[in-house]
């Protein structure tokens, strides 16, 4: 398959929604820095007054992306899972995808989200009330169990019960949060339970790392969330290493051209400073962290109080790391 110019290599990638963060006009930065096979929204939540929102809708028509998208759907409410995949019948979607993995204690507070992995029969219904009532593919976004990996076994065998168009597996427990080890040999056991795609995702961090990973478990693909915020550049260089041509460094120009590119995004121009700044950094400390282990640079990141304090204290950083040719 052929993008932008590029030929993607074997291993099918999967962009995972991050509140806030995943927007169109961050998926539009890659498409031309190189995206994924494929994008799953922010999740859509599911209930009595709930529709398809202006944002999801504007993401479905006027991205840039060629590229596939999956709409998330966050819930318990049966019949209003059934109100909302017809609409979404009228949409150029590729699934819809379950959210039955979310760890925030605010989402699990409502029964939804992890939670519904103490809750399988529920995600059974949830899964048959979407089927019968659109034709579009349905797709599932879990983690390992609710408090044990143990839980994992039964959780398989509520899912194969289902005909889906593929489960995504953060190998973690939902009381794991983002700090537990991620378990990858779950992967392994998911590919033998299921008879549909298997996508492995939990802090993947590089692309060496995604190839490492698919030789591993034999996943179907990797889905990668928080290390495309600090690296735009992951999935093209994962596309590059599967195809083994040379990989793209990012210098630090590229990563300042991508800070200034943050603050064009339109749902920032009607902001504050104080709220523009608070925006971005959302996007600067995760780079910062992971271009400056040493913590320097995301120290300065995250006591910046104005717009101006912390491009100056970005471009500051990277003409000392990577000389004047490249900031």
């Not at 400073?273 to 996007?283: E, H, L, R, V």
């Not at 990277?318 to 490249?326: I, L, S, T």
Request: proline content about 5%; aromatic content about 8%; charged content about 20%.
């Amino acid at each position: 398959m052929c993008v932008n110019g590029q030929t993607r290599g074997e291993i099918f990638t999967s962009l995972a929604p991050m509140r806030g963060l995943t927007t169109r006009h961050f998926m539009d930065i890659l498409y031309d820095y190189g995206e994924p096979n494929e994008y799953i929204s922010e999740f859509l939540r599911v209930h009595p007054t709930a529709t398809v929102p202006a944002d999801i809708i504007d993401l479905i028509e006027n991205r840039k992306s060629v590229a596939d998208l999956s709409i998330q759907l966050l819930g318990k409410d049966l019949e209003h899972f059934s109100r909302i995949a017809k609409m979404l019948q009228n949409y150029k979607i590729k699934s819809i995808n379950l959210n039955c993995g979310c760890p925030m204690p605010k989402i699990g507070r409502k029964g939804v989200g992890g939670t519904l992995l103490t809750e399988l029969n529920t995600i059974d219904d949830i899964i048959s009330i979407i089927s019968t009532s659109t034709s579009i593919p349905i797709s599932v976004k879990t983690r390992i169990g609710y408090k044990s990996p143990q839980e994992f076994a039964i959780i398989l065998s509520h899912l194969a019960q289902h005909k889906l168009a593929a489960v995504y597996v953060h190998a973690r427990t939902v009381k794991g949060m983002y700090g537990e080890p991620v378990d990858f040999e779950c992967i392994k056991i998911a590919k033998a339970a299921l008879n549909c795609p298997v996508i492995a995702n939990g802090d993947i961090k590089t692309a060496q790392e995604a190839v490492n990973i698919i030789k591993k478990t034999n996943a179907d693909g990797i889905m990668i969330g928080r290390a495309a915020i600090s690296n735009p550049w992951i999935f093209r260089q994962i596309n590059e290493l599967a195809g083994k041509t040379k990989i793209f460094v990012p210098g630090g120009e590229d990563y300042f051209n991508f800070i200034e590119k943050l603050q064009s995004f339109p749902n920032k121009l009607m902001l504050s400073d104080f709220q523009k700044t608070s925006s971005i950094k959302k996007y600067v400390i995760p780079i910062s962290d992971f271009v400056d282990p040493s913590g320097d640079f995301p120290h300065c990141v995250r006591r910046a109080t104005t717009l101006q304090d912390l491009m100056n204290i970005c471009k500051s950083f990277f003409v000392k790391k990577y000389g004047n040719r490249h900031a």
